[in-house]
């Protein structure tokens, strides 16, 4: 199991960039595919962007296509979300989660996977 740890958000306007990591106490854990989640307040937590175990695929929600991408860092120790053209309603607390994946799989569900950071607070004011 992995001990997934969230950092790099903040509060920043409408139209800003902000990327987000993800983190098992610097160790490697690409053996695991990886995805963010995202849950604003009052609303159910949501999927955003997933990540293959070796970076080759990932997917994406439709309202992050084209404005946020995941990918793994080279050592396989960090999982980064970088946000562009931020948008108030991108406003949420962001979760970071992994499940351990045998192949090379995309998943996009949160019954997928069965570890979870704490979450890292993305607020974005117009």
């Known amino acids: 199991q992995v001990h997934l740890v969230e950092s790099g958000g903040g509060l920043v306007q409408a139209g800003d960039s902000l990327t987000l990591s993800c983190t098992d106490s610097?160790?490697?854990?690409?053996?695991?595919?990886t995805g963010w989640f995202r849950q604003g307040s009052g609303k159910e937590r949501e999927f955003v962007a997933a990540?293959?175990?070796?970076?080759?695929?990932?997917r994406y929600a439709d309202s992050v296509k084209g404005r946020f991408f995941v990918s793994w860092d080279n050592a396989g120790t960090t999982v980064w979300l970088q946000m562009n053209g931020l948008l108030p309603e991108d406003t949420a607390v962001y979760y970071c989660?992994?499940?351990?994946?045998?192949?090379?799989?995309?998943?996009?569900?949160?019954?997928?996977?069965?570890?979870w950071g704490q979450g890292t607070q993305v607020t974005v004011s117009s």
């Open positions: 989660a992994a499940v351990r994946d045998s192949g090379d799989s995309v998943y996009i569900y949160r019954t997928s996977y069965d570890n």
């Open positions: 610097g160790r490697t854990f690409n053996a695991y595919a």
């Open positions: 990540v293959s175990r070796s970076g080759g695929s990932a």
